[in-house]
């Protein structure tokens, strides 16, 4: 039973940081691409980030390139999002996400609200 399991979120004010971590079991995940996706209120949920499973090749939204860093730990099948210079625009629910066996996994998502 594949399992994708978020934690790290929280309240930060605007120019902080935050890491998302999403510990994952039930597949290979050493072979697995891993991403980060995002939904605010209102919104259409969004790619963030995402990590490639051989060569750590990695994609970033626009809007968080150069403030996030996507990372793995194959030891640990565990996948990592540090988010820093945060800002309002930020805010919204963040879910680990994968493909296995053309099926698309959800975590269940963690809250990060950037506020003063």
């Known amino acids: 039973q594949v399992q994708l399991v978020e934690s790290g979120g929280g309240l930060v004010q605007p120019g902080g940081s935050l890491r998302l971590s999403c510990a994952t079991s039930?597949?290979?995940?050493?072979?697995?691409?891993m991403g980060w996706f995002r939904q605010a209120p209102g919104k259409a949920r969004e790619a963030v980030s995402c990590i490639a499973s051989s060569d750590g090749n990695t994609y970033y939204a626009d809007s968080v390139k150069d403030r996030f860093t996507i990372s793995r730990d194959n030891a640990k099948n565990t996948v990592y999002l540090q988010m820093n210079s945060l800002k309002p625009e930020d805010t919204a629910v963040y879910y680990c996400h994968t493909i296995i066996s053309y099926m698309n996994h959800w975590g269940q998502g963690t809250q990060v609200t950037v506020s003063s």
């Open positions: 039930g597949f290979p995940f050493q072979y697995s691409a």
